[in-house]
């Protein structure tokens, strides 16, 4: 079987300061598959997300990313939203003059243009996915993120999850600045959202999201590279015990931000 998403010894640095961020990734994800990548602060674990999702302020060095059995290292970062992939930021960014509502229908659309439903039939999809996250009907009149509350940017990121159905969703702490009750909701509409054709690489600090969304597989992240794959329990253990014993027994540096 072809993996979903299959990265290749990725090197990869900041293009304007030459600094090598990502030092040897390899990780496989296959279709209903949850991977949950934990990692201190200024491990790199945001910058493998960009350069996923093809932030030209990052540059591939050496290795490769292949969907689905083919190289995207060429492709754009729009080219490879409408092959299915999806980032969810870890800090949105407000955007004046764009409704949430007209982003939506209009990136739905360009990612999925065989799909010939309704400006209504979306529309009222739209309405239901608002409705199961908490959020009021109002809110897809609103600019993007414009005076949004944190729970609400975060709310937002799954909304457009649940809404444009990438194939592939990675999500960076998604779970920050979540009080518990958000938590719980955002939680359970990843658990919703996510299908058998779907994988999902969830990127947090903490084990909290998965008591909820449950993962197949955990990677601990240090300095530019996985050291460790596991399943929850090694999650819970590194709560119990922090990276700093991890970074110890395996005898590497940890990078604090």
């Known amino acids: 079987m072809t993996a979903l998403l299959e990265i290749r010894d990725l090197r990869a640095e900041v293009v304007e300061e030459g600094v090598e961020i990502l030092k040897g990734v390899n990780l496989t994800i296959n279709k209903g598959e949850i991977h949950a990548l934990m990692g201190p602060n200024g491990s790199g674990k945001s910058t493998l997300a960009h350069v996923i999702m093809g932030n030209t302020k990052y540059r591939v060095t050496s290795g490769d990313i292949l969907f ?4 995207i290292l060429n492709l754009s970062t729009d080219e490879r939203a409408r092959l299915g992939l999806f980032l969810s930021f870890q800090t949105p960014e407000e955007i004046e ?5 007209q982003f939506l229908i209009n990136s739905y659309r360009n990612i999925h243009p065989e799909d010939q439903r309704t400006l209504l039939d979306l529309n009222k999809l739209m309405t239901e ?10 809110f897809l009149e609103r600019y993007i993120n414009t005076g949004f509350s944190g729970g609400e940017k975060k709310k937002s990121e799954i909304l457009q999850m649940g809404f ?3 194939r592939l969703c990675i999500l960076d702490e998604i779970d920050s600045g979540l009080d518990i009750d958000a938590l719980r909701i955002v939680s359970e509409s990843i658990n919703n959202f996510k299908n058998d054709e779907m994988g ?13 969304v449950v993962p197949d597989y955990v990677h601990v992240y240090i300095d530019g590279r996985i050291v460790i ?3 929850k329990e090694l999650a819970e253990k590194i709560e119990k015990i922090g990276y700093s014993t991890i970074e110890k027994e395996l005898g590497l540096k ?3 931000e």
Do not use: A, C, F, V
């Open 229 to 231: 794959t596991g399943e």
């Open 129 to 138: 996915l608002t409705k199961k996250l908490d959020l009021n009907q109002d």
């Open 200 to 212: 999902i690489l969830l990127i947090t600090h903490y084990q909290r999201i998965l008591n909820y």
């Open 164 to 166: 444009l159905k990438p």
């Open 254 to 256: 940890i990078n604090e």
């Open 68 to 71: 689905e059995g083919q190289s």
């Open 97 to 101: 003059g764009i409704k949430m509502r």
